[in-house]
Every structure is written in C-alpha cells, then in structure tokens.
C-alpha cells in the first residue's frame, strides 16, 4: 500500500524542472556569474578587506610605518573611552545630526513647498539653492572661513560698522560651532530640497484639486495631503542627512580644523586629527571601528524601522 | 434650486482659444452630459465650473449665484474624477469625511454621516481599508461617497468610468443613475463614450472644439441631429452618411441613415452592394457593405439574419427615417 502511495505522488523532479534548471533556462544563472563576481571581488578588495585590516590594526600601537608589532589589545578603545575630545567629537556629530534634521530638512522643505512647480523662475531659484551643493566641502569651507575671518571678512565689516572689537567667530569657543552647523545646513539643504521637490511633483495635481474642492485651504494641502505623501522622501533624505553627518570633515578641516581647543571636532575629524596627523594608525582605526559601528547600527535600525513602513 | 448656467463662457490659453463664447443651462436635477471627442473642451469646461480652471470671461452661476470668481470649496459642488483622487494614506471612511473634518463638524456627525453615505454605496464593511486594498470599483464608491456626503448641489462627474472594465462600467453606469434618482441633484457628467451619454443623460450636450453642437434629450438626438457631427458622433454603429447622386435624390448634399433602418429590400432602394464582413452578436447582425455608389455602408439587422460574404444585397430605408444634410452638414430635416 505504501508503495502504491509512493509511485502515486509525483516528485517535484518530475513534475517541474528543478530551480537550477529553471535558472539556466532563463538566463538567471548566467547573469548571476557574469554580474557577480566582479562586484563581489571589488566589495571585498575595496570595502571588507581594508575593514578587517583597521579591525586588526586597532589592537596595536602602530605609526603606520613598517609592520605592526606592539599589540595592545583593547587600549586604544579604552584611550578612546577616555578622551574628552572624542566625547566631544561625537557630541558635535550628534548636534550636527540634530541641526541637519531639525533645521536643514524643515528648510528644505519649505523652499521645495514654494518653488516645485515648474516655471522659469522656480528653476532659477533651484539652481541657486542647489549650488552650494556642488561646490567642493573644502572650497565652502574656505569660503567660509575668509567670511567670518574677524580681519577681513563679513565678521570684520560688521563689527566695524557696529563700531565693537574685532570678532572672530570661528576662533570663539561658544561660536565656533554654531558656524560649523549653520555652514553644514546652508551647504546641504539643497540636496535635500530636491529630494522634495522629486517627490512633490510626483503627487497628482488630481489630490490636490480634490482637496480644493473639499475644502482646504493651502496649509490644510500641505498638512493634510502633500506632507503624508512625502515620508518616503523624508525617511530617505533623514537617511542621507545622518550618514552625511556621520560622515562630516571636509568641512571643519579649512573651517576651524576642529578648534579652538578640539572644540568644534566631529568623529571623522577626530580620527583624522588623533589618528593620522600625529602618526597613530592603530589608535585611528581603533576610532573608524567605532564610527563603523555607530553607522551600521544606525543603517540597521533605521532600514528597518523608519524606512520599512514607507 | 441648482440650475446651472454658463453665460458667454470663454477660456484661453496664451492666445489659443479652447472655449470659445459659450451658453448653456444645465436644469435643476437634471443628468446632464456632456460629450464629445477628445480635445473639444468637456473637461476644461467642467473644471471651470468646479473652480480649477479659471474663466477668461463670461460668468458662471449655481441656483442663481454667480460663482465665476468663488472659491471650489463654496460654489457647492462635489467632483468626482476620473483618476478618483483618494488620498492613498487615508482609510476610506477618512476619505469619505475629509471635508466635514476641514468644515469642523463634530465628530459624531462625520461618523453618522460616513456611515449613511458608506451604506448608500455598499462600503461599510470597507470603512477601514486603504484605497490600495480596494477593486476598482470600490474606489470609484468611495470617490462618489466623498461628493456625497458633503451634500452638495451639484456633483460633476470627469470620466468617472473610463478605468473600468467594460462590466464594471455598465454596472456603474446603472448604480449613478439610480444614485441620481435618489439624490434629486444635479450632475454634470463628462464623457467621451456616447453610450454612457445615451443611457445616463437626461440631456446630452454635444461639444465640437468648445462650441455646443446640440442639446437635447438622448432620443431627440438621436432621432433628429442637428448637424453631420452630432449624427455620426451619437449612435453605434454610427450614422451613415451618403452623398452623391444618392443625396442628390433627397435634394441635400448629404443623406443620413442609421444603420438599423436600412432593410434588405427593393422597394426603394438607396444602396446595392457586397456584404465584405458580418458581426455576428447574437440579437444583432451587423453587416458592412461596399456599394460602387456610397461606398462603405453599415447596416443593422436581425440576429437571425445568415448573410453570405460577398453576397449582394440591396438596402431600403425605412420611410421617414432619412436625415438630410445640406453643404455646411446642416439639418434640412427627413424624408
């Protein structure tokens, strides 16, 4: 009996190819091995590879010349623990991360609200709040800098015509940083902008129109229709603005060079600064490990959170 | 009372005309329709008088009141749009009582009234859905349920229908007419497909290029166009139009016939010629004929009736079924 149930059942072999046959038939397979590897071997060679080295190079006291010999186990993660600058460093990231997301995309979106639509003037507008962008970080930085020079920049002018002392807010302990910030949001704001301003022009006027007809006025649109809309693009430009302030240092190197007194540092300046500059590969890696962390936890968490439901 | 009137109504873009000086009058309580081919203006002018599109001239009144100038929201009008415009992020009862929650009303009132406009169109049970949860036809509902339930005088219609399949829309098109009956409100109705207008319309009103071609009842349409465009445009299959010697005969330049009052027979004959194809649909044949004199004539005839293709056959019509046409595709009446 049980064999005649056996010989009745019809085993997936026979009643459809197999997954690997499908695979070859349609194609899948010999994408699969001609896409793959290249990208695999890069990934590794560029990103794993260098990222298990700074692992191994972080127990050492190592200068960055010769082999690394002198292994010190968790010291430089324990030296890291505590440095009141690397408190500070990342401090300043959180402070960086919190003026992105509370200034910068609430300004983004306010100048997207006014100057999605497309007309001549609006993509003039586009183009201006979108240069700082493309300006190079160090470029803005420098530009910046010579502005609030309190010898000859805007900072000098103003306390002259105030008739005050000469200011000097980049070298201010209680300024400097707030500069920092204001020069990150004026910098990046653009780039969110046209996340939003992408997404606005991708809700149909139709909705609008309809919420015209209902009742509400502009404010009631932008609260009750576009703003609902737009999550997925504000979950993804809250994505980038985090990363990017994880990230930050093009800036603050021409801007302030994480002074005065390692007041204004972020985590890769930081790193830069303790790690390279004064020859401490192994303490520097010990500080990239950390902000791997930091980043991928981050990434995590939020992929699968914020960015999930949207 | 909520008669609808367009008075010298005109509407450009840059120097281009779409609308040129218009009059109508949609009766209180009426189904109006408004047909006509793509690009002559129905929605534009729809749209003007829900408030979206502003009037380069003339003026707009709802139950007396000129509107022209007036806000969407206060000229009393609902519209329901072809593309149904849900608010994706909300549930369909949200939907539903959007514009109550904006108008501040108590919130017991929004449910009660949610709740009676859901029961209408049969959406109680999806109150709590996403639109994306919805068949297309449930969207539609939940699109009329949002006009509805802001009570208002006159609803306006943009191609509602044309997302449907052709089921669903023949099924909608019985539900919005019994909505009608039960409303007693005007509708302003916007399509390009004359059998929506045909079966819905109280009054069809047929536009060429923004300018009214005529307005009627759908019979009186159909049975007495004023003009080539509305005959051939009202009417499936269409209106046949013959010329020649054939209209020479009825002393017009064109002769209308509609394809179900030709007949096989001798007796006077307008057309002979060669059946070159047949749809079979069961209560109806439709037969294609190419006549050497009139060229390709459609005629109408019983489901039963076998033709062979490339048989001859000739065509009588009906007497006083002819429709007569002079140069300028004007009416000179039958024959």
């Known amino acids: 009996m049980a064999v005649a149930e056996t010989n009745n059942i019809i085993s997936p072999a026979q009643g459809r190819p197999s997954a690997l046959k499908r695979a070859l038939s349609d194609g899948r397979l010999v994408t699969v091995l001609v896409f793959l590897p290249p990208a695999l071997l890069l990934f590794t060679l560029f990103v794993t590879l260098p990222l298990i080295e700074a692992a191994g190079y972080a127990g050492y006291k190592w200068s960055g010349y010769g082999d690394p010999t002198e292994w010190v186990g968790m010291r430089n993660f324990e030296i890291l623990q505590k440095h009141s600058a690397f408190h500070q460093s990342l401090m300043n990231t959180v402070w960086v991360i919190v003026a992105s997301c509370l200034l910068q995309i609430p300004l983004a979106m306010s100048m997207a609200l006014l100057i999605y639509r497309k007309t001549w003037s609006n993509t003039v507008f586009r183009l201006i709040f979108f240069a700082p962008y493309i300006l190079a970080e160090v470029a803005t930085g420098l530009i910046w800098s010579f502005i609030f020079d309190g010898d000859y920049g805007v900072a000098a002018m103003a306390s002259q015509a105030l008739g005050g002392e000469p200011f000097f807010p980049l070298s201010d302990r209680t300024w400097a940083f707030p500069v920092v910030l204001f020069v990150v949001v004026w910098k990046f704001f653009g780039f969110h902008m046209m996340i939003f301003i992408a997404a606005l022009q991708g809700i149909p006027e139709d909705l609008t129109e309809a919420a015209r007809i209902d009742g509400a006025k502009p404010g009631q649109i932008t609260w009750f229709v576009k703003l609902p809309l737009l999550k997925p693009a504000i979950a993804v430009s809250v994505f980038f603005a985090v990363i990017g302030s994880l990230q930050l240092f093009d800036l603050i190197v021409p801007l302030t060079n994480g002074g005065p007194s390692n007041s204004t540092h972020t985590i890769v300046s930081y790193l830069y600064t303790f790690g390279l500059t004064r020859l401490k590969v192994g303490f520097g890696s010990a500080v990239g490990i950390v902000l791997f962390l930091i980043t991928v936890a981050f990434a995590v968490v939020y992929r699968n959170t914020a960015m999930k439901e949207t | ?335």
């Open chain 2, 1 to 335: 009372m909520a008669e609808v009137r367009l008075n010298n109504l005109t509407k450009s873009y840059g120097g281009v005309e779409v609308i040129p000086p218009l009059d109508l009058t949609i009766p209180d309580k009426s189904f109006s329709v408004l047909v006509g081919p793509s690009g002559c203006g129905k929605s534009t002018l729809l749209r003007m008088v829900a408030g979206l599109e502003e009037v380069t001239s003339g003026q707009i009144t709802i139950g007396g009141e000129d509107v022209t100038d007036a806000d969407p929201a206060k000229r009393g009008i609902a519209m329901v749009f072809q593309s149904y415009a849900l608010y994706p992020h909300m549930s369909v009862a949200d939907n539903i009582g959007f514009a109550l929650k904006l108008a501040k009303t108590p919130k017991d009132e929004i449910r009660t009234r949610v709740k009676e406009a859901a029961a209408i169109l049969q959406l109680e049970d999806y109150l709590d859905r996403k639109p994306k949860a919805l068949s297309g036809g449930q969207r539609q509902r939940v699109a009329i349920g949002r006009a509805i339930v802001r009570q208002p005088k006159v609803f306006l219609f943009d191609e509602p229908l044309s997302n449907l399949d052709a089921a669903l829309r023949a099924q909608m098109r019985v539900e919005l007419a019994e909505l009608h009956e039960k409303l007693g409100a005007t509708m302003i109705y916007v399509t390009h497909d004359q059998v929506e207008a045909m079966t819905m319309a109280d009054q069809i009103v047929v536009l060429k290029k923004g300018e009214v071609q005529q307005v009627g009842a759908p019979l009186d349409l159909y049975n007495t166009p004023e003009n080539t465009f509305v005959a051939e445009f009202i009417g499936m299959p269409k209106m046949n139009l013959l010329n020649g010697a054939t209209a020479a005969r009825f002393g017009g330049d064109k002769v209308g016939v509609r394809p179900e009052h030709l007949e096989i027979s001798s007796d006077n004959p307008i057309v002979s010629g060669e059946v070159v194809h047949a749809e079979y649909l069961g209560a109806d044949t439709i037969a294609h004929v190419q006549s050497a004199e009139a060229g390709r004539v459609v005629v109408r005839l019983d489901g039963s009736h076998p033709l062979q293709r490339g048989s001859e056959i000739t065509l009588s019509p009906r007497p006083g079924c002819l429709r007569i046409f002079d140069a300028n595709g004007q009416s000179l009446g039958a024959a």
